[in-house]
């Protein structure tokens, strides 16, 4: 389905879909600072044939979906010192975004899968909003402890360096961060990742964005407690070789969530390499068929589940 917009609150949030809309739903949810074009068509286009209707999304704040623009912008040193009066808004606040996509979409309940922030976001996702969620991956990400699942002190700049404003320039950045943060055991498909960087710079740029995104995850805190009471099908996949988010975040979400299975990739960093993509499919859809066989054979939509027709 070509890429549209739904209207979620205030907000105008852009979407895309892939697959059979009659297949039970799958929602994807990216990370800080990063378009849902992150999600690579063929990718998306392989879990589609695995049986879901695939929805990646912009987050608020990047992409083509609402720049809060309107909000403060937080300092480095708010950031820094983990000041969590810089947010304008919570991870909360997102995964309310994603629960509003799925009812303009007339989605009632649907497998969830994020990765970094989006794996955050994912989490909230089950925690505030149990009854949509039918099956959640956590991908590289971690449960909001300060001891657990934090980056290596180099990663640092890429969490709060400014990208160029210049096209060409632009795309060099993006090339060095993944040079910092990607997978080394995992071929680098270069010019995919050039080609990714400039569609990213030609949909809209927001630098702000990624500070207020970033404001958002130190504002929410720590979820392990309420990961605790979470009793849905689970799957946590997680790199070897991440420095952006440590892999004992990863461990610390198997640990914290009441049957969680765990999925260390050797060699992964802190990307999807294409290398990644049939381990991460196959666990992602494993985890799904762990889900309610009834509840998961197809996407009941709200008006269904308000009549039980």
Request: aromatic letters at 4%; hydrophobic letters at 40%.
């Amino acid at each position: 389905m070509p890429e549209s917009t739904c209207r979620v609150g205030d907000l105008e949030i852009a979407y895309e879909t892939f697959g059979d809309p009659a297949d039970p739903a799958l929602l994807l949810v990216m990370g800080l600072a990063t378009q849902m074009i992150a999600w690579h068509d063929e990718f998306c286009a392989a879990l589609a044939a695995r049986g879901f209707h695939v929805i990646r999304f912009d987050n608020r704040d990047v992409g083509r979906s609402t720049a809060l623009r309107h909000l403060p912008v937080p300092t480095l040193r708010q950031l820094v010192l983990r000041s969590r009066k810089a947010a304008g808004y919570t991870l909360a606040d997102m995964a309310g975004d994603a629960v509003g996509l799925l009812d303009g979409l007339g989605i009632d309940r649907a497998h969830v899968a994020g990765a970094s922030m989006g794996g955050m976001i994912a989490q909230t996702i089950a925690i505030e909003h149990p009854d949509r969620v039918l099956s959640l991956a956590s991908i590289m990400s971690n449960t909001g402890a300060r001891r657990s699942g934090q980056p290596q002190l180099a990663t640092y700049r890429v969490l709060v360096g400014r990208p160029p404003q210049e096209r060409d320039a632009f795309v060099e950045h993006v090339l060095r961060v993944y040079a910092v943060i990607g997978s080394p055991g995992f071929d680098r498909d270069e010019p995919d990742l050039r080609r990714m960087a400039g569609l990213s710079y030609d949909r809209g740029r927001n630098p702000a964005g990624s500070g207020r995104q970033l404001a958002a995850i130190i504002a929410s805190g720590n979820r392990t407690r309420r990961l605790q009471a979470l009793a849905v099908p689970t799957v946590v996949i997680h790199g070897t070789a991440d420095r952006l988010v440590n892999p004992t975040g990863g461990r610390a979400t198997a640990m914290a969530i009441p049957g969680a299975r765990l999925v260390e990739i050797e060699g992964m960093g802190h990307d999807l390499p294409r290398g990644t993509w049939p381990r991460i499919v196959e666990a992602i859809a494993d985890n799904a068929a762990r889900a309610d066989p009834i509840v998961a054979s197809g996407p009941l939509t709200r008006m269904e589940a308000t009549t039980g027709g």
